[in-house]
């Protein structure tokens, strides 16, 4: 078997698990995304598994491609910290990791801290535009992505003018989810007339419009608005859930009901539940 020539992967262990409230998927994210890849010997993914353990620390198991480094916990004294203490905590275990281990996988140690430090003077906030601009030939205008990664993550979508100046910004949805959601939920996106930008899901299926002239914005899911019951108790679970649309309860709601007038069981368990219980965001 081949042995991985570049290290791109990174992820956390915690056993048992924290608090939901941890954010070890955004930290894992930040670093990996300015990361990028680096040469290694046979390692290309790196798990920080944190044990209660002091004697533990700093040892290492290697198996097929994956390597996990131990790092020692203080679960006590983490409980503690405020957010951005933890942050700081589980950025530097991964950086701790790779300095330790540099010269045994041969990873390039100045790059590693050059990316530590990058991703903490930013404040463990990511904010830059995501993919490529799409030109619009005759009217010269451009439209792009952009996310902004802090405690939540924002997708956009900015229209620029020809001399590639923001005119305006449009958010597409705010959620809790990962830029790894975001990576593989957002596809295409291309013009469809001077006033209509179209934003594919990674499925083909499901798309956004944003009319640039009115601002609107608008999520299509054709398996609902076909009128099929369970397309549209699936629909509903999108906008309780709020990962690629902005969260509307309002809205779930009005879906659920459709679907359930149908006779589609699901739909009319969740719109009871819903109807009867206070709304948690409030």
Same mark, same amino acid.
């Given at each position: ?72 916990? +203080?679960? *006590? #004294?983490?409980?503690? =910290?405020?957010? &951005?203490? /933890? ?105 469809? +007339?001077? *006033? #209509?930008?179209?934003? =594919?899901?990674? &499925?083909? /299926? ?77």
């Amino acid at each position: 078997m081949t042995r991985s020539t570049y290290l791109k992967y990174f992820d956390f262990d915690f056993t048992p698990p924290l608090p939901e409230d941890l954010p070890k998927e955004h930290i894992v994210d930040l670093f990996a995304l300015e990361f990028g890849k680096l040469r290694s010997r046979g390692v290309a993914k790196l798990i920080i598994q944190f044990v209660y353990d002091q004697q533990q620390h700093l040892s290492s198991v290697e198996f097929l491609d994956v390597m996990i480094v131990k790092i020692y916990f +203080d679960r *006590t #004294l983490f409980s503690s =910290w405020n957010i &951005n203490d /933890r942050k700081c905590f589980l950025l530097h275990s991964i950086w701790l990791a790779l300095d330790t281990y540099a010269g045994q996988y041969g990873w390039d140690r100045n790059y590693c801290q050059n990316v530590y430090q990058h991703v903490l003077d930013s404040g463990m906030t990511l904010d830059r535009w995501w993919g490529k601009p799409v030109l619009h030939g005759p009217s010269q205008m451009s439209v792009q992505a952009h996310v902004h990664c802090s405690d939540t993550v924002d997708f956009s979508l900015g229209l620029f003018d020809r001399k590639k100046r923001l005119l305006k910004k449009r958010l597409i949805a705010r959620s809790l989810s990962t830029l790894g959601t975001i990576d593989t939920t957002y596809g295409k996106l291309e013009w469809l +007339d001077q *006033t #209509l930008v179209h934003l =594919w899901d990674s &499925n083909k /299926r499901d798309y956004w419009d944003w009319n640039i002239e009115t601002d609107q914005l608008s999520f299509h899911y054709p398996r609902a608005e076909r009128g099929d019951p369970h397309g549209q108790y699936d629909f509903a679970r999108i906008y309780l859930a709020g990962i690629i649309v902005p969260r509307n309860r309002e809205k779930a709601i009005e879906l659920l009901r459709k679907s359930a007038e149908q006779g589609f069981k699901r739909a009319a368990y969740l719109l009871k539940k819903l109807e009867t219980e206070e709304d948690p965001q409030k």
